[in-house]
């Protein structure tokens, strides 16, 4: 069989409530050409079971069993066996609109891109969570439009110069051969993964674009990882992604340091 022409990979821990739904976006993208990739993290609810009945009914549907190591751990057993021109990511309670991939895939395709890059709409699903919403929701939309071809330091220097900087690594479609020839993985074992693994692939493209569309739906839900009361692990989480991505700004002298840091290099 020929390989796909976009892996999705959705890691799954727990999420018995909200899984039919991600399932449902992603299974029903009017983009058919794709692989499922389903990283159980050692879920000890229904979620295994959701996985299997969809799996039975729709052959793109792989699923990875693993004892529970992690969102970064998942994320990365997934990307290791991706066999798809472009990598995807969605969270497990998250969703896609449906012409989102197909959308895309058509503009990777189009202008050959390394990473393509788009927004979201932030929505709560528990009525206590709607202030958090409120005061976040700006954060998945970039406040300038990015339409034309960047090199990636060049469209992180603009980002970080207007606040537009989205630290999500579910708001990109990136080629596969990009992310294994740069060694972008994700941080194990940590919070706040994304930021480091967004940052490096963001700087390492050549070719990076922006579609100023809202095509996934990021879920506020109670005691999931960006509610949940933060503790030290939370602050270790960011001292290191913070430590990882300064670091790599000093060895690509065309990102502007001060605008990640407030200070020149």
């Known amino acids: 069989m ?30 058919a050409d794709i692989e499922i990739i389903c990283v ?7 979620s295994p079971e959701i996985l299997s009945r969809y799996a039975d009914r729709d052959p793109r549907i792989r699923i990875i069993s693993r004892t529970n190591g992690g ?23 998250d969703w896609l609109e449906r012409d989102a991939l197909r959308d895309l895939y058509t503009r990777a395709e189009k202008d ?5 890059l788009f927004d979201a709409d932030a929505f709560a699903d528990d009525p206590s969570l709607n202030t958090a919403v409120e005061m976040q929701k ?12 960047y ?8 980002m970080f110069k207007n606040n537009d900087f989205c630290a999500c690594v579910y708001l990109m479609l990136a080629r596969t051969d990009f992310y294994r020839e740069n060694n972008i993985k994700f941080i194990e074992k940590i919070f706040h993964e994304d930021e480091p ?11 990076v674009a922006h579609i100023n569309k809202r095509y996934y739906k990021r879920r506020y839900r109670q005691n999931s990882i ?11 989480g960011c001292f290191k992604s913070y430590l990882f991505i300064t670091d790599f700004a000093k060895t690509n002298k065309n990102i502007e340091y001060k605008y990640i840091t407030g200070k020149a290099l």
């Open 112 to 116: 050959q891109l390394d990473l393509l």
């Open 151 to 158: 090199k990636g330091a060049d469209i992180l220097n603009e």
């Open 71 to 93: 969102l970064s751990a998942a994320r990365n057993a997934g990307l290791k066996i991706a066999r798809g021109k472009y990598i995807f990511f969605i969270d497990s309670d």
């Open 226 to 236: 960006i509610t949940i009361k933060k503790t030290f692990a939370h602050a270790y």
């Open 2 to 31: 020929n390989p796909p022409q976009i892996s999705v990979i959705i890691p799954v821990f727990n999420v018995e409530k909200f899984l039919p739904q991600c399932l449902d976006s992603v299974t029903g993208q009017t983009f």
């Open 138 to 149: 700006d954060y998945y939309i970039r406040n300038k439009c990015y339409d034309k071809i």
């Open 197 to 207: 693994f967004t940052f490096q692939a963001i700087a390492s493209a050549e070719r």
């Open 40 to 46: 159980n993290d050692g879920s000890t609810d229904k």
